[in-house]
């Protein structure tokens, strides 16, 4: 058996211990989603660990976390951009380079030669959208891996339909038997695809991996055997605290085995994961009459810059250093400075001092599917984007009354 590279016998440092934030929101100018770096490098430290010990292939998602200033660090350790437009697949070509593999509902013919030039990889939703394009594939000049993604109709309990790719309605992936009927159907329907993607999990863990898979096989494993490549999506918490990576490193080496396929992976929220908060300050504090805590008024707003927080109000938005109901002295709600009624976050938070005007409060874990998501709704300023290495700030972006303008018309 060949020898394994030194590397690959030992954990690396990042992978075992993930370092203390030093941000100091003092240096901080309000709002800014602050990312820090070397939080940022433990959670890339892991996934290439997970790359070296498996060989697997493992895409930034850019859907999660797109700030291309970065991606110098980030390529250090991945191997290429998964992405779900063709803007997302031009970012990722020319910021990230490496391999860029697309996935989307549906594709415009109209933008079919531009998602040709910046690809290497291009996922199909269903037989029917491949078939729209299979021509235009095989003609083109670019060697291109095309895949399918099935919807295998395994739902891990999410309390939302809109988390859950899996969910009865949902129109993500071909169908089990959709999947069959096709086959039945055109028994060549599979030519010419060399991969399956499945994506069918949100911050789950390997548990959840572990119980779909031999569910996943029972359909799909004979078609494994044919294709050169399996993708396994996203949504797994890998770099969080208490995943299993050693066991990720063996269901993914297992899988290789039994099936003969290369592994790709897909994280987009594991990349930034406990590695940026997003810093607001206290503009005002209003003490209300009969109402047990009182309302900081913040200088971002949660409509426009922590949209998922009131769509799905059942997702934990941290506070540093607060407590929950009742459990420090001072309670307060936090609300956002646009006009919308809604632009608030509905859960008390506690402190163990007063707040005052001014005070900074960190959210933390505010990276991942909010800074991509940002608006501009009431022209509320847009966060900064600032990169926090050796304890100080620099300042990646800022935006102005021309951004504004700029999105108006
Ligand atoms: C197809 C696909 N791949 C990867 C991801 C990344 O998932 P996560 O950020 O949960 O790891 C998503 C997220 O929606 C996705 O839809």
Redesign the pocket.
């Known amino acids: 058996m060949k020898a394994r590279p030194a590397f690959a016998r030992s954990k690396p440092a990042s992978a075992r211990r993930r370092p203390a934030s030093t941000l100091d929101a003092r240096k901080i100018k309000t709002p800014a989603f602050v990312i820090e770096e070397s939080l940022l490098r433990h959670n890339l430290g892991i996934l290439k660990w997970v790359q070296r010990e498996t060989g697997a292939t493992v895409l930034h ?1 850019l ?2 976390w797109a700030t291309w200033p970065l991606f110098p660090i980030v390529k250090k350790y991945l191997d290429g951009t ?1 992405v ?1 437009s063709l803007n997302e697949a031009r970012l990722g070509r020319e910021e990230f380079g490496q391999e860029v593999h697309i ?1 989307a509902p549906a594709y415009k013919l109209e933008e079919f030669d531009a998602v040709l030039k910046n690809c290497s990889h291009i996922i199909f939703n269903s037989f029917s959208e491949w078939r729209k394009s299979k021509n235009k594939v095989q003609k083109s000049k670019k060697k291109i891996s095309v895949g399918l993604r099935i919807n295998p109709e395994i739902t891990t309990n999410e309390k939302h339909d809109v988390w859950n ?1 899996c969910a009865p309605d949902s129109r993500l992936g071909t169908r089990v038997g959709e999947f069959e009927r096709e086959i039945k159907r055109t028994p060549k329907a599979l030519e010419g695809i060399d991969g399956l993607h499945f ?1 069918i ?3 789950r863990d390997l548990r959840d991996l572990r119980s779909a898979l031999p569910r996943i096989e029972k359909h799909f494993g004979r078609y494994f055997k044919k294709m050169k490549w399996v993708n396994f ?4 918490r890998i770099t969080d605290d208490g995943y299993d990576v050693e066991g990720l490193i063996k269901t993914i080496n297992d899988f290789k085995k039994k099936y003969g396929v290369e592994v790709h992976l ?5 990349i930034v994961w406990h590695a940026g908060t997003l810093v607001a300050s206290v503009l005002d504090i209003i003490e209300r009459v009969n109402v047990p805590y009182k309302v900081a008024i913040l200088d971002i707003s949660f409509e426009a810059h922590l949209a998922d927080f009131i769509l799905s109000p059942e997702l934990e938005l941290r506070v540093r250093g607060t407590g929950l109901k009742g459990q420090y002295k001072y309670a307060y709600k936090f609300g956002g400075s646009t006009c919308l009624a809604g632009d608030a976050i509905d859960r008390v938070y506690t402190f163990r001092k007063p707040l005052q005007v001014g005070d900074k409060i960190i959210f933390e874990d505010a990276i ?2 909010t800074l991509v998501k940002t608006t501009m709704f009431n022209g509320v300023q847009h966060p900064s984007i600032v990169l926090w290495k050796n304890k100080r700030p620099k300042i990646l972006r800022t935006f102005t009354y021309a951004d504004f303008k700029a999105r108006m018309g």
Do not use: D, N, T, V
């Open positions: 998602a859907k999660a998964e779900s996935y790719p994506h999990f949100f911050e999506g996203g949504g797994q897909e994280p987009g929220a594991a991942h599917y």
